[in-house]
């Protein structure tokens, strides 16, 4: 790539800057001129990149990714933009991306194939954003993930669907969220995990934190801050230690079934499905044998009536000649 092309691209012609109507162009403009040396010539627009890969757009309230990445992008630095959403594949292009950082976008979406195409990557900060909930699939294309922040959002729930199996992943930092509990098989997907952050979550310690609760007792140390982690609910047990609770304390919580209960619950589904469509079938043939019946009697009731004007079956009109009170009447 000649720099003639590449100054050509980096500087708009001035009827195009002043016509356009992108904040972008103008939030590029300070970084356009003295953009990355020339041995960066695949950096993208409002960024500056330096030799080893790093593309440092931050701080430069980008709306959205930038256009333009290439995989010659190692490190993109994304922090302090205004990137609210992320659609899918919103990094393509950028396959060898190793480390990229999103922190403090007012974040609040991420498409389920947002990730799309990063195999690669090993570092990934999500903190600080507005994320309330993670679709299946979100973090399944980075089967090389080591470390994942989503410190500072909103999560109240983390299926594990969506962290899905990270083999490689060592830290995972969910401070500052609103996690009650974490869902079971959240951990299990995560062998090599080794440092977990906790803090600021309302841990409810009910049944749904057995899970984590056994997970802290095996590996106590590679959540640093457990000594440090209260339960806020329920009321016996706030402001005690997630760390101490004995697993006795969730004795009362139902055990997975066992082989007698499934037993049960094997005959009693087909018993029920066959229970309900006995009474369906009973109730039906009874609505039609009452209906059935209302048609006679209303077919009974009808024929009466042509016969009532039949001489001698009824009862005697005044207009009669032959009546007897026809006879007082003219009497
Ligand atoms: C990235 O750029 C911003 C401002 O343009 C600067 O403050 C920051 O230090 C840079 N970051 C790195 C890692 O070079």
């Not at 409002?46 to 440092?56: D, F």
């Not at 990063?118 to 080591?146: H, I, M, W």
């Not at 024929?303 to 005697?316: D, N, V, Y």
């Amino acid at each position: 790539m000649g720099s003639p092309s590449f100054f050509s691209r980096r500087l708009p012609p001035l009827w195009l800057l002043l016509l356009s109507p992108w904040p972008v162009w103008t939030q590029a403009l300070p970084a356009a001129t003295p953009s990355g040396p020339p041995g960066a010539p695949d950096c993208p627009e409002a960024c500056v990149c330096a030799p080893g890969g790093q593309a440092n757009c931050s701080g430069r309230a980008l709306p959205a990714v930038p256009g333009g990445l290439r995989k010659s992008v190692r490190i993109l630095l994304l922090d302090h933009n205004r990137v609210r959403a992320l659609p899918p594949g919103a990094f393509v292009g950028a396959g060898a991306l190793l480390r990229l950082d999103l922190h403090e976008n007012g974040l609040r979406w991420v498409h389920a194939w947002a990730f799309w195409g990063l195999g690669a990557l090993q570092q990934l900060d999500l903190s600080a954003n507005q994320l309330e909930v993670l679709v299946p699939g979100t973090f399944v294309p980075l089967r090389a993930l080591r470390d994942l922040s989503l410190a500072g959002n909103r999560l109240a729930r983390l299926e594990p669907a969506a962290l899905g199996a990270l083999p490689l992943l060592r830290a995972l930092n969910l401070r500052d969220n609103e996690l009650p509990a974490l869902a079971r098989g959240l951990l299990a997907g995560l062998p090599a995990l080794d440092t977990l952050r906790l803090r600021g979550n309302p841990w409810a310690c009910g049944c749904a934190l057995r899970p984590l609760c056994a997970w802290l007792r095996r590996h106590p140390s590679s959540a640093p801050e457990a000594e440090t982690l209260l339960c806020v609910s329920p009321g016996r047990l706030t402001f005690s230690p997630l760390a101490a609770l004995p697993d006795a304390a969730f004795s009362r919580c139902a055990q997975p079934l066992a082989l007698r209960d499934l037993a049960v619950v094997y005959a009693l589904g087909p018993a029920s499905f066959l229970a309900s469509l006995a009474t369906c079938l009973g109730l039906g043939s009874l609505l039609t044998a009452c209906r059935a019946r209302r048609h006679r009697a209303a077919a009974a009731a009808r024929h009466p009536l042509k016969r009532l004007p039949e001489p001698g079956s009824g009862t005697a009109s005044p207009a009669d000649p032959g009546s007897p009170a026809a006879g007082t009447a003219q009497a």
